[in-house]
């Protein structure tokens, strides 16, 4: 990594992502993408009530953060066939189901991990029966007293940020994620919370006009348009506040749902704060 200094945020951002490689970016290119797909571009709308009612969130621990466009495609055969299976039972579930990719590693070779809330626990999915496995943690999520043939553990963090970053499916969030997660890592360790929060990568959310795409958890906030100078916004809304009051703060301007209310709610909820 060859370093450059990016005027417009005041941070080290070296290289521009692309799908499979790294190129350099001159101070120009760096100023030109953010003015056209980075936090410099003009907003596209309210993102206030911009994503689905769902009540359960499955990240898929793929231990890298350079997705293909056709993601699962480039994926072990495991995760193809893990997402391929969890595409067919969505529709039959007694519960609304969003799963994503995420840069967490699996703990072995045989295992698939993932990360499910508002549980905020890892589940490991043994790669050789991998549909057995995950037939049997959607059983126990839709009823905590079936039993789980996966091994479950609580997460090592109490509070976990999820930023997209999938430069292949959007050139937005490949510019936005990235920055953003350096940005949190950054303000993480200066409100010494490194101890008890994770920032992680993930795949695409939905809603790419959105970018930066932030969803944190417990809190269970999603957020859109986020920049770097909002950061301690949110870290404000979702971990302090919600340590202090139980619930997190809302942000009207940057606010794009919660886990488990539905598009009219949150707009409802926003228009009351």
């Not at 942000?251 to 909820?269: A, H, Q, T």
Request: glycine share 8%; net charge neutral; with cysteine.
């Amino acid at each position: 990594f060859f370093m450059l200094r990016n005027r417009l945020f005041g941070v080290h951002f070296i290289l521009r992502s692309t799908q499979r490689s790294f190129v350099m970016c001159e101070p120009g290119d760096i100023e030109e993408l953010n003015r056209t797909c980075g936090f410099g571009r003009p907003l596209d709308g309210s993102p206030v009530g911009t994503v689905d009612l769902f009540n359960k969130h499955l990240f898929i621990q793929t231990g890298h953060s350079d997705w293909n466009k056709k993601y699962p495609e480039g994926e072990r055969e495991a995760v193809r066939e893990l997402v391929r299976e969890i595409k067919q039972r969505k529709k039959t579930l007694p519960f609304s189901l969003k799963a994503i990719a995420c840069d967490l590693p699996s703990t072995s070779d045989d295992k698939v991990d993932v990360c499910v809330f508002p549980e905020q626990k890892q589940y490991s999915l043994n790669a050789s029966d991998i549909v057995g496995d995950l037939n049997s943690l959607l059983g126990h999520l839709a009823s905590q007293e079936t039993p789980c043939s996966a091994a479950v553990k609580e997460l090592p963090f109490k509070h976990y940020i999820f930023v997209c970053c999938d430069a292949a499916t959007d050139k937005r969030c490949g510019f936005c994620g990235p920055r953003l997660v350096d940005a949190f890592e950054e303000r993480i360790q200066h409100h010494k919370l490194s101890e008890t929060v994770k920032v992680v990568k993930t795949s695409h959310v939905g809603g790419h006009k959105y970018a930066g795409n932030v969803i944190v958890y417990p809190a269970g906030e999603w957020f859109g348009y986020v920049t770097p100078e909002r950061v301690d916004d949110v870290i404000s809304a979702t971990i302090t506040n919600y340590e202090d009051k139980g619930e997190p703060t809302i942000i009207p301007d940057l606010w794009r749902g919660r886990l488990g209310l539905s598009k009219e709610k949150v707009k409802e909820m926003a228009q009351q704060s």
